[in-house]
């Protein structure tokens, strides 16, 4: 179900903010990148895991999450855990968007392994279940830092 709620959250910004800056390729799906523009959402926003109970008060979020369960041949009430058989199918909300706190570097040095170059050290830190190489993957790939 991560890949579908990717998928879900990728098409509602698109939908919400147009063309992205860049995008991230994960788990075979290609995910928009927004920088700036991102600031337009509340930092506390939350996207239902998608399962039979979720509820989705946007109807814009609502009709994006249709369009991916049709494509998946799937409805929300097809989302049972005693209907699918071998499925984990977690229930909850993810933050629709990641902000890294605390975020610091270190002064560039030189690097001990690549005396050629130089190297800083990147510190952050994140909400539980969030995966630091996708931030850092967002950080070379957009751009954005």
């Known amino acids: 179900m991560q890949r579908v709620w990717n998928r879900i959250v990728g ?5 919400r903010l147009g063309e992205a800056a860049g995008y991230l390729t994960i788990a075979g799906e290609r995910l928009p990148l927004y920088g700036p523009a991102l600031a337009l959402f509340d930092r506390n926003a939350v996207v239902p895991l998608p399962g039979h109970r979720a509820v989705y008060a946007d109807p814009d979020l609502s009709a994006v999450v249709a369009r991916v369960l049709s494509e998946e041949e799937l409805t929300l009430s ?3 855990a005693r209907v699918l ?3 984990y ?3 909850g909300k993810r933050p629709l968007v990641l902000f890294p706190r605390d975020v610091s570097t270190s002064p560039p040095e030189s690097d001990d392994l690549f005396p050629e170059r130089t190297r800083l050290t990147l510190a952050f830190t994140l909400p539980r279940g969030s995966y630091a190489t996708l931030v850092l993957n967002v950080l070379v790939v957009g751009r954005f830092c």
């Open 78 to 80: 097809d989302l049972k």
């Open 85 to 87: 058989k071998k499925a």
């Open 11 to 15: 098409r509602y910004l698109a939908a």
């Open 89 to 91: 199918l977690p229930q």
